[in-house]
């Protein structure tokens, strides 16, 4: 069975800095990219940042420079080090898991990230 399980979401001020985690379990773990999304009220799920399994690294627009995507492939685990966070930040922020070559594609429960001002 298949498991994402983000941790470190929660309350911050504008400024401030957080550190997301996703432990997985039931993959393979090297052969996966893995990315981090979010999701705001009413608007579409968006790529935050992803990491491949070669370590090649991708992040969305309004996150560069100020978020860092890294991945422990002995421990299973992919972290998003978000720092400079701005009101606009505030998301469910979701873990995802894609396979290399066969896509499958799998996803956290998600965690809030509220940023106050």
């Known amino acids: 069975q298949v498991q994402l399980v983000e941790s470190g979401g929660g309350l911050v001020q504008a400024g401030g800095s957080l550190r997301l985690s996703c432990a997985a379990s039931g993959i393979i773990f090297r052969f996966y990219t893995m990315g981090w999304y979010r999701q705001a009220p009413g608007k579409q799920r968006e790529l935050v940042a992803h990491?491949?399994?070669?370590?090649?690294?991708q992040y969305g627009d309004s996150v560069k420079g100020r978020f860092t995507i890294s991945r422990d492939n002995r421990k299973n685990t992919v972290n998003l080090q978000m720092n400079s966070l701005k009101l606009e930040d505030t998301a469910v922020y979701y873990c995802n898991a894609i396979r290399d070559y066969s896509g499958e594609n799998y996803w956290g429960q998600g965690t809030q990230v509220t940023v106050s001002s």
């Open positions: 990491i491949t399994s070669g370590d090649t690294t």
